[in-house]
């Protein structure tokens, strides 16, 4: 019966291995040029790589604090941004996968807009709601970044769109409250124009922001 040997690492590797950070570690990235921030990380390590715990400020000011895998940001995080005079915005808190936004998460845009649903490759994917700075505000399906599929958008004013979106358009069948006034009009879009519809008087007309003075006749439209 042959007896087991144990294997021979070199020293080279043997060296190599133990520089290797793992467990909880400090780090501090040097920068070369001038930048608003010293660059640094605080958490756990695996064979040199973040990976477990940690935050991570980057020498633009960029925070990441949640879970690594193998340096890459995977499991849930957020982001923040720390601008010049040291205040802190909150960018994005969810699910990361490799790296990227991926599932469930919420953002809040530079411009005020924020929106909560699914991500996917970083990019808004799935079923989401998002109220925009101007009051308008949309929830329903996404793809690739803009609403597609059905979904409900409401403007400012209250009028409220129900139906199909196509790259962020109206398209197909939709129905569209014009609550300001008091009518609905049922019909098809294209790009966001109608080109078929019937509009009627809604119920409780005198309700409206801006009735009309007297009531309508059910109306049909056609470009066709």
Known sequence: MPFLKCLKISSSKEKSERTKRNGLRFSIYSPRTKVLFKGHYKGEWKEDRKHGKGIEVDRNGWTYEGDWFYGRKHGYGVLSKISKDGSISKIYA??????????????WYDNGDYYEGDFQRNKRHGYGRIWYKNSDYYQGF?????????????????????????????NEFGIFYHLDTGQCQYGYWCNDSCFNSVIRDINLRQSALHPTPYAIPEIKISTI
């Not at 970044?145 to 403007?155: A, C, R």
């Open 94 to 107: 969810g699910n990361w996968m490799m790296g990227k936004k991926e599932g469930f998460g919420n953002f």
């Open 142 to 170: 996404w793809e690739n970044d803009l609403p597609h599929g059905k979904g409900m958008f409401i403007e400012g004013n209250g009028n409220r769109y129900e139906g199909t979106f196509v790259d962020g358009k109206k």
